[in-house]
């Protein structure tokens, strides 16, 4: 188990601000910088029945681990000829990153008005 979460550790070590930020890419005279929201978590356990008050002592040790992650594109920084740098919002990104909010919004709403109507 300790040697998986080393391994799993040394891969990750460099996870960071390249992964938000893509290589820079030129289109049509203009410079693309991808821009994306990246996430990973991992996280692992194990029992190996020392120390509890086991009845049976043909008791197993058990371990186990898992992780995962997502990457949410956000859009783009674009450079034109001029020197003028903007964001390019993903529209589609942008709205299911924001589909929680809205929702989370709209029952505190909710909930104050029924407050009020009693």
């Known amino acids: 188990m300790t040697e998986a979460l080393s391994s ?3 891969t990750f070590k460099n996870v960071g ?10 289109v049509d005279g203009e410079e693309l910088i991808p821009v994306a929201l990246v996430s990973f978590g991992f996280g692992g356990g194990g029992n190996s029945g020392a120390g509890t ?4 002592s043909s008791q197993d040790s058990a371990a186990g681990g898992g992780g995962g992650g997502f990457v949410l594109p956000l859009g783009v920084y674009s450079r ?4 003028h740098v903007t964001f390019r919002p993903n ?3 942008l709205l ?14 909710r909930g104050i008005l029924r407050a009020q109507r009693r």
Do not use: F, Q
Request: proline fraction near 5%.
């Open 17 to 26: 601000v390249s992964r938000a930020y893509g290589p820079a890419i030129k």
């Open 96 to 109: 299911a990153g924001l589909a929680p909010l809205v929702c989370a919004v709209g029952y505190t709403v």
């Open 8 to 10: 799993l550790a040394e």
């Open 80 to 83: 034109n000829g001029s020197g």
């Open 91 to 93: 529209t589609i990104a």
């Open 53 to 56: 008050a086991a009845v049976d």
